[in-house]
Nanobody, 127 residues
């Protein structure tokens, strides 16, 4: 089994920066890709970014392109999400998710292909 734990959330002012981390434990060698999703109160969970373990491929939602950066450290079994120029609409609970088998980058922008999920961490951006 694989366990995922998010860290690094908190409260920041609009225009500020915050970095989230996703730490994986267990059978980490089986992870093919990791994605970040977020969900605000009363809203559906939405895709933020994804990265493939090997190959260096990554993808971002249009709403965060140019502001967020996803990166991985396979030796430490961690994936980070660097968030810059934060806006109030970025406020949400952020989740990291892991996929075991091969999947296309297009399908990794949806929730269905993921096998493991973290419990989520709160990010609040004030005006």
């Amino acid at each position: 089994q694989v366990q995922l734990v998010e860290s690094g959330g908190g409260l920041v002012q609009a225009g500020g920066s915050l970095s989230l981390s996703c730490a994986a434990s267990g059978r980490t060698f089986s992870i093919y890709a990791v994605g970040w999703f977020r969900q605000a109160p009363g809203k559906e969970r939405e895709f933020v970014a994804a990265i493939i373990r090997n190959g260096g491929s990554s993808n971002y939602a249009d709403s965060v392109k140019g502001r967020f950066t996803i990166s991985r450290d396979n030796a430490k079994n961690t994936v980070a999400l660097q968030m810059n120029s934060l806006k109030p609409e970025d406020s949400a609970v952020y989740y990291c998710a892991g996929r075991q088998g091969i999947a296309t980058m297009t399908t990794l922008t949806t929730q269905g292909p993921y096998d493991y999920w973290g419990k989520g961490i709160q990010v609040t951006v004030s005006s």
